[in-house]
């Protein structure tokens, strides 16, 4: 006998009212339906209006200073960020042949109307007998146009150039690496806000690639502004591949690193993970670099990404050479934007202009830096593009004890400068946590100084960090504070506010808003000449869930814009 409708009922614990449905004649189960509907109705209208109303409103600086917010500690979230072993199938080669492309990513040029394709050919060698290749064996041509199909009649050629880096380092028993071809392609004379189809390789060999996609940036004017993901000190660990999806679930028009990337010098020349500060010379394993773009390539394929340096680019090696892979995978609008390094450069992305800044090269008065700044300075247009926003990798206004006034000798060559210039919004990374300030100058809060916000939760192999300076027993000695690739000691206590004659506050110093050790990544989506909406996005919460959320308003009347001094057309 097949079971009753009632015991099926009874056996999934269905509540006892819908049983009553069952055992109900016609005219009563008629009327209790067209209750019901009314209910419906009538919560659903109510529910209706309350989405009208926001349910919760978000800050805006204009409100601000901020009484300083710390979250706590989620030991839940706390575990040990592991590698992805160099095993693991999204680091391996995709494509067949040795000289099909592979690593495949986009930059921005300074303005929507370039833009950089970049891509690996040939292995990458690493150990005693390795010869470099030579990189004008394989061509650097890109087929691009508005239809998928790249027919003859709608798709163009762009053709660039190629290069290889080498690792070397004059020690017994050290393993020397020496890199694919590495081709930069600029496409000029697009068209703002279009999507365009491209595949890279050499043609004449058949090693094209796959058809990729991206869109230009917008017209840069106070009308338009592109979706903007922020994220800091990647790595390529489980925890990068939770921040990188929920980036790329994010759907950002651009993407910003805030510096270091691979981590391949957390490795010994070998591949054995080991962070080597005290061997003859801090080794790294280079392949990490390439197994670090071929995961990557899901998004920068499709997603420009503008990186600038970390310490963890600067890998040093024979005669002083540093960020060699940094500067030869990369590709940036120095040139473009007057720089003649890759380590500082500037770029449009609709009505925002970015300047990227070099924190392990020189920054004092006398460098190239500052004189390229100066000038890049003067050429800025408020009305073309409203928005300044400075990005480099160690923050000035961190609170964690790691890092703690590490870059106080760049702070005092740089911060008045970009104070006058009147830069809106400061990113960085370093800090392995999430820390966002109030509006601040010279470490006092000031209503028209730019907030600086640190991402560095990437998600890296080492420690987040979770201890405060003005916790007891935290505060770093200024002694320990100065990084060697950061040049001198400026790190001196506090000269006036609460924390005076200390080197550290007592509690969250005012500057700081909002400070949450978590892993993550950000969406700066700029609304108009004078609102930003900033939200930062946990890797424990939904993609689209914001832990941190917060309007930073512009107030342009109250904040004039001074000046540059001259520069001296003889500096140049
Ligand atoms: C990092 O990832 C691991 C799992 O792979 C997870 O247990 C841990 O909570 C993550 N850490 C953070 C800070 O999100
Ligand atoms: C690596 O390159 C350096 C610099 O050319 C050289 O001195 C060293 O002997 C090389 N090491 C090996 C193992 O080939
Ligand atoms: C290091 O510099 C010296 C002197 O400029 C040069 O002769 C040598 O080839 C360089 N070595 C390498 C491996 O680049
Ligand atoms: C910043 O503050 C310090 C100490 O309060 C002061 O000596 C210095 O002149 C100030 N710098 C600027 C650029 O205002
Ligand atoms: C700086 O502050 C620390 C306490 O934070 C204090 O021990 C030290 O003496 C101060 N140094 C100077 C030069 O005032
Ligand atoms: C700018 O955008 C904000 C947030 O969307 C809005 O409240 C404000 O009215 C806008 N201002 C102007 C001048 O359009
Ligand atoms: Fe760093």
Redesign the pocket.
Known sequence: MPPSVQSILKKHQVSPSIMLLFKMDRASLLLLIGFCCFSLIFVGSLLVREEEEPVKSIPTTLSGPFTPVTVPLDHNFRGNAIDLPSDDPRLQRTSAKAFEPEQISISLSTNYHSIWISWITGEFQI????KPLDPDSVASVVQYGKVKSLDKVHSQRAEGYSLIY?Q????E????YTSGIIHHVKLTGLSPDTVYYYRCGDPSIGAMSDVFRFKTMPVSSSQNYPKIGIVGDLGLTYNTTSTVTHLIKNNPDLMLLVGDAAYANLYLTDGTASDCYSCPIHETHQPRWDYWGRYMQRLTSKVPIMAIEGNHEIEEQ?NNTMFASYSARFAFPSEESGSKSTMYYSFNAGGIHFLMLGGYTSYDKSSDQYKWLQRDLAKVDRKVTPWLVGVWHPPWYNTYAAHYKEVECMRVALEELLYNAGVDIVFNGHVHAYERSNRVYNYTLDRCGPVHITVGGGGNQEQMAVKHADEPGHCPKPSSTPDRFMGGFCAYNFTSGPAAGNFCWDRQPEYSAYRESSFGHGILEVKNETHALWSWHRNQDMYNVAGDQIYIVREPERCLVRAPPPVMVWDE
């Open positions: 150990g005693d007998s390795i080498n070397l380092y004059p020690f028993g050290l393993h020397n024979v």
